[in-house]
C-alpha cells in the first residue's frame, strides 16, 4: 500500500525515512486550529485529522498520515511564533519550566474504509535561560516554522531532558507509529547506526 505524509514538515519526513519507508509527501492548505473545546489531545488529533482528510479522497488507495505537534505550558498553546518577538516571549516562558509536547496522529485508507487517530504526550524540561542564551538560540535556528519556538534536536542545548518519545518532540512518535502502520500492512525497518 502507498503511504502519504500530508505535512510538508520537513523533520516529519526525515523521521518517515529513518523508518526505511518509501512515501509521496503532499502537504495541505489546511489551516491549523489553536484550541479545542474538550482537550489539548483532541486539539493535535482535530487538526491531524483535517490534514488527513484534505488528502485521503483525492487518494484513496493510499494510506494517509496526517499529524499536528503542539506546545502546552500550563493552558497556554504554543503555535509557530508569528515573529521573532513572539519567539523570544515563547523561549522565556519555557525557560526553567516543564511543558509538554502532544503530537495528534491520524492514518486514513479510503479503500479500506479504515481511519485510525491517536495522540502521544512527551514532558519536556527546559533549562533556566538567560537573554543571551534565547538570543544565542535564535540566531543558531530557524524559530518561527516550530511549534513553541524550538526544535530539540537542532542548535544549542536548551532542554534538559524529557519523559516520554524523543521523536515525537520532533514531530511524529515513531514508537506508536509503527505499531499502528503494521495494523494497516506497512512494516518499518529502524535505521542500524
Known amino acids: 500500500m502507498k503511504l502519504i505524509l500530508a505535512s510538508a514538515s520537513p523533520r516529519r519526513a526525515e523521521l518517515l525515512r529513518s523508518l526505511r519507508l518509501q512515501f509521496d ?5 489546511v489551516d491549523e486550529r489553536d484550541e479545542h473545546p474538550s482537550s489539548f489531545h483532541d ?8 490534514k488527513a482528510h484534505d488528502v485521503a479522497p483525492k ?3 493510499a494510506l494517509v498520515l496526517g499529524a499536528d505537534t503542539i ?3 500550563g493552558n497556554e498553546v504554543f503555535g509557530k511564533p508569528r515573529d ?3 519567539a523570544r516571549r515563547m523561549l522565556r516562558s519555557l525557560s526553567g519550566c516543564s511543558h509538554v509536547v ?3 496522529v491520524c492514518l486514513i485508507c479510503h479503500a479500506e474504509n479504515r481511519e485510525r487517530s491517536f495522540a502521544v ?3 519536556v524540561h527546559f533549562r533556566l535561560l538567560a537573554e543571551a542564551d534565547i538570543e544565542q538560540y535564535i540566531n543558531a535556528v530557524h524559530v518561527l516554522d516550530k511549534a513553541g519556538a524550538y526544535a530539540i534536536q537542532e542548535g544549542p542545548p536548551i532542554v534538559a531532558g524529557i519523559d516520554g518519545s524523543y521523536s515525537n518532540v520532533i514531530g511524529l512518535p515513531l ?5 499502528e502502520l503494521r495494523e494497516f500492512g506497512i512494516c518499518t525497518e529502524p535505521e542500524r547506526h
Open 102 to 104: 502532544i503530537t495528534g
Open 25 to 29: 509527501v503532499l502537504p495541505t492548505g
Open 71 to 73: 506546545v502546552v505550558l
Open 59 to 61: 487518494h484513496p488507495d
Open 43 to 50: 486539539l493535535a488529533i482535530h487538526n491531524a485529522q483535517a
Open 175 to 179: 514508537e506508536r507509529l509503527t505499531a
Open 121 to 123: 504526550e512527551t514532558r
Open 84 to 86: 521573532l518577538a513572539d
